[in-house]
């Protein structure tokens, strides 16, 4: 494809002029005007945990259930948490796999916590959960579990901060920073 | 100007890079979760290492599974059809193949080179007394810059890069240079008197013009969305404005009364 010197002229004029700083005193802090809904980052971690501790314990009764009633998340979860469980645990229901036992929350450590405006991601927590304890078992009682499976797994959680309520939306492999350790 | 040539090639290098990643495959954009039902049977695991300066992880997931197919693998939670990552960063997958094919493009690490679009403003440096300076005593340089927050766009998908400045070059024009790695304040914001030694003040022995320079060394990180800032290897290093100063001497004489007052008095 060849594009024309002239288009690449004014890309270029237009990406210039975006970057010339028009301001030559950056201003030195953002006007903090909202409340904070949390007083501190211990607050908002402490609120977290709080909220992830719910979260695991109905998705762990859900998946001792075998995947019944998945609809019990939505109190607890939201997000693409939500729909990757839901769309977990359909597949648990098809398969007619279940778990016994429970996972642990072993571990927490704040990554960022936007305590002024909340929305979408205000909360975001390195979490460590310990599964070993847990066994998923196919309909005539033999485990299906991964020999790969780590007892202890990472993950970078995401929270929703919406009216006054933090909400886990989003968990990720996370090989950063060892939480766990 | 050495400075408008670097922004022209470092906009270049920048717009190339969104271009290509834009036609890279943003058909199947789609993050990585993990599901209850992943964590428990062991399929949501990253193969990814984590060098000492390298943020930038490149690697493969298992993928969750798409639910509602019936009779995919053998029925054991290790089996499922794996999926390519094709932008992998930080333990992220931002962009992922269902279907790789052998000619899915290689996976671009974030580096200065791709937030060059994103530009800090440069500091401003200030000094006391303003213009001039006396031999023998110290000169205040101090500097205006603050941590920033430039939003954009990178690998094709909104974004914000957050510039913080760690270091100081000043070259005071006298053959001396250091690296402070403060920003300084004037006298009266540190409670001093004028001419006061302070963490970035410099004596000049001998009288002359000088010019001083200022170059301010940023540390980049970016981030999508409502995630956590991600660092970038390396540092930025934004000049700022030139000073000019006349260090000249001064001569402690005996007045009558004030020479401002009366300036055709004995000593004035």
């Given amino acids: 494809m060849r594009i024309s010197p002239l288009l690449v002229t004014v890309a270029l004029l237009l990406a210039l002029a975006g970057c010339v700083p028009s301001d030559p005193h950056p201003s030195t802090s953002p006007s903090a005007s909202a409340t904070p809904v949390f007083a501190s980052d211990a607050e908002a971690l402490a609120a977290a945990e709080k909220a992830y501790a719910a979260y695991l314990k109905v998705s762990d009764q859900v998946a001792n259930d075998g995947g019944k009633n998945p609809e019990r998340l939505k109190s607890v979860a939201t997000g693409s948490l939500l729909s990757d469980d839901l769309a977990g645990f359909a597949s648990f229901l098809e398969k007619r796999w279940h778990s016994i036992g429970k996972t642990d929350l072993t571990k927490t450590v704040l990554q960022s916590a936007d305590l002024t405006h909340g929305g979408e991601g205000a909360v975001v927590v390195y979490i460590c959960e310990d599964v070993a304890g847990v066994d998923v078992v196919d309909q005539n009682g033999a485990s299906v579990v991964s020999a790969e499976r780590p007892e202890l797994q990472q993950f970078q959680v995401t929270f929703d901060l919406v009216h006054s309520q933090l909400t886990p939306s989003a968990r990720e492999p996370w090989t950063g920073t060892n939480t766990c350790g | ?268």
Avoid at chain 2, 6 to 19: E, G, K, N, Q, S
Avoid at chain 2, 64 to 84: C, D, L, Q, T
Avoid at chain 2, 184 to 211: C, I, K, M, N
Avoid at chain 2, 254 to 267: I, M, R, S
């Fill in chain 2, 1 to 268: 100007m050495d400075w408008h040539k670097y922004l022209r090639i470092a906009t270049t290098l920048a717009l190339a890079a969104v271009l290509t990643f834009a036609a890279a495959g943003e058909a199947h954009a789609e993050r990585v979760g993990c599901s209850t039902t992943d964590v428990l049977t062991g399929g949501c695991s990253v193969d990814a290492s984590v060098g000492a300066d390298d943020v930038t992880l490149v690697g493969t997931a298992t993928s969750p599974g798409s639910g509602g197919s019936a009779g995919k693998g053998s029925g054991h939670a290790g089996a499922r059809p794996p999926f390519e990552c094709q932008i992998f960063v930080a333990n992220r997958c931002l962009v992922r193949v269902p279907h790789p094919g052998p000619a899915a493009p290689a996976v671009q690490p974030i580096t200065l080179r791709d937030i060059a679009s994103f530009r800090p403003s440069p500091g401003i440096q200030f000094m006391e007394p303003n213009g001039w300076v006396v031999p023998g005593l110290d000169a205040n340089f101090y500097s205006v810059v603050d941590q920033q927050l430039v939003n954009g766009t990178l690998l094709a998908q909104p974004a914000t890069v957050r510039f913080t400045p760690i270091a100081w070059h000043w070259n005071y024009g006298d053959g001396s240079a250091v690296v402070r790695a403060t920003k300084g304040a004037t006298w009266a914001a540190q409670g001093l008197q004028d001419f006061d030694r302070t963490p970035t003040s410099h004596v000049y022995e001998s009288e002359g013009e000088y010019v001083i320079r200022l170059t301010i060394d940023f540390r980049a990180e970016y981030r999508f969305g409502a995630t956590g800032f991600i660092p970038i290897a390396g540092t930025i290093n934004l000049p700022a404005n030139d000073l000019r100063v006349t260090v000249t001497g001064a001569k402690t004489v005996l007045v009558e009364h004030d020479c401002v007052a009366n300036p055709g008095g004995p000593g004035c």
